[in-house]
């Protein structure tokens, strides 16, 4: 597989020196320089979804990874379902929060995991990142264990949910997590400053995995090859699917499933009062917004790092502008969405709920809608439960950490306090 930074023609990376490296030069995104084009969709769309997956993913990777290490990085990465569910005559959703931390999340983060740990070699890692929630869970757990690679994740403390929470700093071992006196511009701040510091950024073999990682992309690629093999024949000539958006790496990666050869017809970018892009696709202005808290707050984003993504895979000619529509959807309608869907018997949450609304109101006679589910309910469960005025059960996962003890070290909002505590803890 070869990848081109968007912002350097010359800066070029095969697929396992784009998942060491994150970013390119001057910050540029990794794009494929063709995305290859599969003969046989119908077929594949038979197979069970590891099986499956592999072909897709070798189709991407062309000579990369050999069969062995692909087959084992999918087989332990992939071990949850992604199942459809209808929730009208013409509409369903792929629930995409099977995985260990209840998001969409855990599908880039435990595939990028599997495959730092095997190209790695043995190799000392450390990773690095913030979070506000539903990533540092899903990298945490996709770390957790992994020989070799430490895991260093800063959050705000007190202002993400204890659940959130409890999810990324019971684990221990590897994972070595920080609360941060400050909020997350001042987490993600620190973070940048550890980048720019040579005795951190090499001296602990830095890496970020962040959403922009081609890696987690990959990934995604996967579950809507899965969704569409479970829709029923006709469903399938006419689909349209919602993806509740915040960075755009969800919508990227099924851009790419279309350009690849599956079957849909157009996709809906559904977005909260962070509507850079619907406005940007209505106009041709691209005006980012200060950006405004939510209910929805994973898509608290006016400024997707992974549009010139999209905007390369259009100018490219893998997608007809035409086909991509952008809804915004204020926070009234979200909650009109979650009280239709619990009255059609489907228990909800803000993000799957924006996408249900702006698919549901853009939907043609004729057409079969399918939105994207990308965390469980109950990761918001104090929204749900005031939305819908009943009382929501946990689920298994989010039982058990509730009742442990959070092994967060909590420090000052500095990063010289910062860098003494990663070398006394990693070096
Ligand atoms: C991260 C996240 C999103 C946004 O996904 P992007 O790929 O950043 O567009 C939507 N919903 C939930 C629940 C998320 O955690």
Redesign the pocket.
Same mark, same amino acid.
């Given at each position: 597989m070869e990848l081109v930074n968007l912002k350097d023609a010359q800066d070029t990376a095969t697929f396992c020196e784009a998942v060491q490296r994150g970013l390119g030069k001057q910050q540029g995104l990794y794009f494929p320089t063709e995305i290859p084009t599969l003969e046989n969709v119908p077929a594949l769309l038979e197979l069970p979804f590891a099986e499956r997956s592999i072909q897709v993913l070798r189709a991407l990777l062309g000579n990369e990874l050999n069969e062995g290490e692909l087959e084992s990085i999918v087989q332990a990465a992939f071990t949850f379902s992604a199942p459809v569910v209808p929730v009208q005559d013409n509409i369903a959703t792929l629930e995409l #929060?099977h995985g260990p931390t209840l998001? #969409?999340?855990d599908f880039g983060g435990r595939f990028m995991a599997q495959t730092l740990a095997r190209i790695s070699a043995g190799k000392p890692i450390t990773i690095l990142t913030a979070t506000s929630?539903? !990533?540092g869970a899903a990298v945490a757990d996709a770390f957790h264990g992994i020989d070799n690679i430490n895991v260093v994740i800063l959050f705000p403390k007190g202002k993400i949910s204890d659940l959130q929470e409890k999810l990324f700093t019971t684990l221990g071992d590897n994972i070595h997590t920080v609360a941060v006196e400050g909020d997350f511009d001042a987490c993600q701040s620190l973070v940048k400053t550890a980048f720019d510091d040579p005795d951190i950024r090499e001296g602990l073999h830095l890496n970020s995995a962040n959403?922009i990682n081609i890696s987690r992309l990959l990934a995604?690629v996967c579950y809507y090859f899965e969704a569409v093999s479970q829709l029923p024949a006709q469903a399938r000539e006419q689909l349209v699917v919602s @993806?509740?958006?915040?960075? #755009?790496?969800?919508? !990227?990666?099924g851009i790419i499933a279309k350009a690849m050869g599956l079957p849909i017809k157009r996709f809906i970018a559904a977005t909260n009062m962070n509507d850079t892009v619907p406005r940007y696709l209505k106009s041709g202005e691209w005006a980012p917004k200060s950006t405004v808290a939510t209910m929805?707050n994973?898509?608290d @984003?006016s400024q997707?790092?992974?549009w010139p993504r999209i905007e390369a895979l259009i100018e490219r000619g893998y997608l007809d502008k035409a086909s991509l529509k952008g809804e915004c959807v204020d926070e009234d309608y979200t909650q009109i969405a979650m009280r239709q869907l619990a009255q059609a018997g489907y228990t909800s949450?803000p993000?799957?709920a924006i996408a249900y609304r702006a698919l549901s109101h853009d939907l043609q006679e004729g057409e079969y809608g399918l939105f994207?589910g !990308?965390?469980h309910p109950a990761? #918001?469960r104090e929204t749900v439960e005031n939305v819908l005025g009943q009382p929501l059960s946990l689920p298994k996962a989010l039982a058990e950490v509730a009742g442990k003890d959070s092994l967060a070290v909590t420090l000052p909002s500095s990063y010289a306090e910062l860098k003494r505590y990663m070398l006394d803890s990693l070096a």
């Open positions: #929060f998001a #969409f999340k929630g539903d !990533t959403s995604q @993806v509740p958006s915040g960075n #755009f790496g969800n919508l !990227t990666a929805s994973a898509m @984003v997707p790092n992974n949450e993000h799957a994207l !990308t965390a990761k #918001f």
